[in-house]
């Protein structure tokens, strides 16, 4: 070929390439801004390539030098999201900013909120956004979308039965029982009668032995690993959370991709070994795999592959057991921080858990209604997952404001269950008789706590989470009484999950030794 004519080629090449560039970093963004200017949502200005991920990560540093929260103040919207306390400020319930070259818009509008999440028709998506995320979390119920989503429903929804509900509450009661033991060791072995303990770690080793079994039905040293690998990788994924989504920056050598690599590699051989070996040995039990493995040797339904089924088992790992971890720890520093609702509800606790010997059923759970009143003002309070994130498939109109197909639609759930209109004049308060006649009551006849999300996309394990803070923390009660200890600094922090920046240290006492030597 003549070389003019290959350089030719390469210069319309590279025209095409610095023209797609400009139309996707420099025109589409101030196309789009305009776009919403004309309807009246403003917000920060687009910065080239970044948009508005230089403010977000500036805005975080700065929010360092604030300190601690005082141990009765639960408005820490500010510290964990100061973009979107300041933005909705300066801009109104409805605003738009910009996740590098990508347009998104943040709202509190309850009309809005609604009409996305009660999404019927596939029109709002499932999106990682960061590659980072998806490597780390997988590719399965939680984030696939349309047809794919309804295959990967059929398949994995049985896992979160009824049935299923009480060899949960079952494998919690076990696992509650061990930790029980541990606490009792501790205390003994100080002069006091009570230990220090850090129930953040606690609730983490707790929700993950109980999820291992959920997902391979064995409390294996391989799926241990696994789980030990996915938590390293979720580190790594909050830092990656603001890095630019530029297309192939997942492939770039930096070192905190070579370690996601490792990761990621790790944790998929392992599954895949799990899988392959459950298949040679026979499909038994009821657990996650088995009914993976039963759907891909069946002939009725479609299966998911191997690669699909090791996305199924992350993503169950990473929703299921942080949601409950945080759920757990956050109920814990409550009961701490109110000791009179900790005696109300050991009373109604010992009242309909007569035999100590037995683990609480799930009917014996049901009756305990100051346990889930008071869960619920814990979700509202700290919700596990601060904010909830959706991308447009295709162009629509929300609230009267047209949006464009791509838009990233995000939910602060810890600023809606702190609105005022909804919730009150003490929506910063804790006040878990707000529920006493049920959630929509308590928000003045809306469904608004959105905690584990809302509609049919909703999060299908939110009764696991329930359930299972619900067994550890009738069994705790029934043996121990606990307060904050002066170690505690109240720091929330957005960690895929919310939780306490620095542990939730707690002083335990065991009410059965006090007994004793009462008498």
């Known amino acids: 070929m003549d070389a003019t004519v290959v350089q030719t080629l390469i210069a319309i090449v590279v025209l095409l390439l610095i023209s797609r560039a400009l139309w996707y970093l420099v025109w589409r963004p101030y196309s789009v801004t305009r776009r919403f200017e004309q309807q009246g949502i403003r917000g920060p200005p687009y910065k080239l390539v970044v948009g508005s991920l230089w403010d977000i990560k500036q805005m975080l540093v700065a929010r360092r030098a604030k300190g601690a929260l005082d141990i009765g103040n639960h408005d820490y919207t500010s510290r964990v999201s100061p973009f979107f306390h300041k933005w909705t400020s300066d801009y109104g319930k409805t605003f738009l900013y910009w996740l590098g070259p990508i347009p998104a818009i943040c709202s509190t509008d309850t009309e809005l909120v609604k009409q996305v999440l009660d999404d019927r028709t596939n029109l709002f998506q499932k999106d990682y956004l960061n590659p980072s995320m998806e490597m780390i979390f997988g590719k399965g119920l939680l984030t696939t979308n349309g047809d794919e989503w309804k295959r990967h429903r059929r398949i994995v929804y049985p896992i979160f039965s009824q049935e299923k509900l009480k060899s949960v509450s ?5 696992d509650t029982q061990k930790m029980i033991e541990q606490w009792c060791t501790q205390i003994e072995e100080m002069n006091d ?48 959370f603001a890095d630019p989504p530029i297309p192939g920056f997942r492939y770039l050598p930096t070192r905190r ?30 657990d996650l795999l088995r ?57 109604e606790v010992l009242r309909e858990c007569q035999d100590d010997s037995e683990a609480p059923s799930i009917d014996v759970l049901g009756k305990l209604k100051l346990l889930n009143m008071f869960l619920l003002e814990t979700l509202r309070l700290y919700s596990p997952v601060p904010f909830l994130m959706r991308k447009t498939a295709y162009d629509t109109t929300l609230a009267n404001i ?12 810890m600023m809606l269950h ?34 584990f999300s809302y509609g049919p996309r909703g999060c299908p394990g939110r009764s696991y989470a329930m359930v299972q803070v619900q067994t550890v923390m009738a069994m705790v009660l029934r043996r121990f009484s606990f307060s904050l200890s002066s170690r505690y600094v109240h720091m929330p922090m957005y960690y895929i999950t919310l939780v306490p920046r620095y542990g939730l240290p707690l002083i335990v006492q065991n009410l059965v030794d006090d007994e004793t030597n009462d008498m």
């Open 418 to 451: 702190r609105c005022k209109e909804i919730w009150g004049l003490d929506v910063d308060e804790f006040n878990p008789m707000r529920f006493e006649k049920g959630i929509s009551r308590a928000a003045k006849n809306m469904h608004t706590l959105w905690a």
């Open 257 to 286: 991709n070579f370690q996601l690599w490792k990761i990621n590699k790790l944790a998929t051989r392992k599954i895949t070994h799990l899988i392959k070996t459950r298949f040679v040995r026979g499909v038994s039990g009821d």
């Open 402 to 413: 047209k949006v464009p197909k791509g838009t990233m639609i995000t939910i602060p759930v």
């Open 291 to 347: 009914l993976m493995l039963e759907a891909y040797m069946s002939k009725e339904v479609e299966p998911l592959s191997t690669e699909e089924m090791v996305g199924e088992c992350k993503t169950l790992f990473a929703a299921g057991q942080d949601t409950g971890a945080s759920l757990l720890t956050w109920g814990m520093f409550l009961l701490s921080n109110y000791p009179e609702w900790q005696e109300k509800i050991r009373e």
């Open 193 to 240: 009668h009570q230990a220090e303990i850090d129930m953040r770690c606690y609730s983490d080793n707790l929700t993950l032995a109980v999820i291992e079994r959920v997902i391979f039905g064995e409390n294996c040293k391989e799926a241990r690993e696994v789980f030990i690998a996915g938590k390293e990788g979720q580190k790594l994924a909050v830092y990656a």
């Open 170 to 174: 079952a494998m919690t009661s076990e």
